[in-house]
């Protein structure tokens, strides 16, 4: 069974620029997440959906940031306009209905310079 | 809201050795613990997971037990090996029905030979 994709593997911008992920759940997941994870912290949830309804993106910088999930399988997360501060790996997570454990992709390596 | 703390930044050891990672947590729901382990590079993986009271779970080597009375679900082994160099993280899930995770900031597990 495949595993949960992200890409682009690497990122790296100036300020102001745009970017956007991408994320493949492992399929038949119909709960998908979105973590930014600083360096040297643990990943810190930005927004989650079950099927293609978003549950909650309170912790989504919506100023910038904008994630859809339009067919409730693939998902892009997108940073409008990026600042330093934005620097982080960004993990997609994908999770059945009802089940305890998530499913990490290897993340996006994002360095805004 | 939820919390976990990991209070150890880095853990250096000898293979061989024993080793726990701390690991406590704050919530006002009914708690289910979890430890995700993150090699170089890689996706975090789940480790251990557990909401029963008092009981051991064990994988891999490592076992954790959660004590709701102290509200810890640390994380043991009783001889690291080189291998066991990670990044180990421990996550809390809200019983929310979605399963959101609340981390800790991580703990970086180095074994020297």
């Known amino acids: 069974e495949a595993g949960v994709t992200q890409s682009p593997r690497y990122a790296v911008l100036q300020e102001g620029q745009a970017v956007s992920f991408w994320c493949d759940p492992i399929?038949?997941?119909?709960?998908l997440y979105w973590y930014q994870q600083p360096r040297d912290q643990g990943p810190q949830l930005l927004v989650y959906f079950r099927d293609e309804a978003v549950i909650d993106n309170s912790q989504l910088p919506s100023d910038r940031f904008s994630a859809v999930r339009p067919k409730g399988t693939n998902s892009t997360l997108k940073i409008q306009s990026a600042k330093q501060g934005d620097t982080a790996t960004y993990l997609c997570?994908?999770?059945?209905?009802?089940?305890?454990?998530?499913?990490f992709g290897p993340g996006t390596r994002l360095l805004v310079l | 809201g939820d919390s976990v703390t990991q209070t150890e930044g880095l853990v250096t050891l000898t293979k061989g050795l024993p080793v726990m990672l701390n690991c406590t947590y704050q919530t006002t729901y009914s708690p289910f613990l979890f430890w995700y382990v993150q090699h170089l590079n890689e996706a975090p993986k789940l480790l251990l997971k557990?909401?029963?009271?008092?009981k051991r779970t064990e994988h891999q080597g490592f076992y954790a037990t959660l004590h709701k009375s102290s509200s810890s679900f640390h994380l043991q082994k009783s001889s690291v090996q080189l291998s066991d160099s990670a990044l180990y993280f421990c996550a809390l899930s809200d019983d929310s029905g979605y399963n959101k995770l609340t981390f800790g900031k991580g703990t970086v597990l180095l074994v020297s030979p």
């Open positions: 399929s038949g997941h119909d709960t």
């Open positions: 997570a994908s999770s059945p209905q009802g089940w305890d454990t998530q499913y």
């Open positions: 557990s909401s029963t009271d008092n």
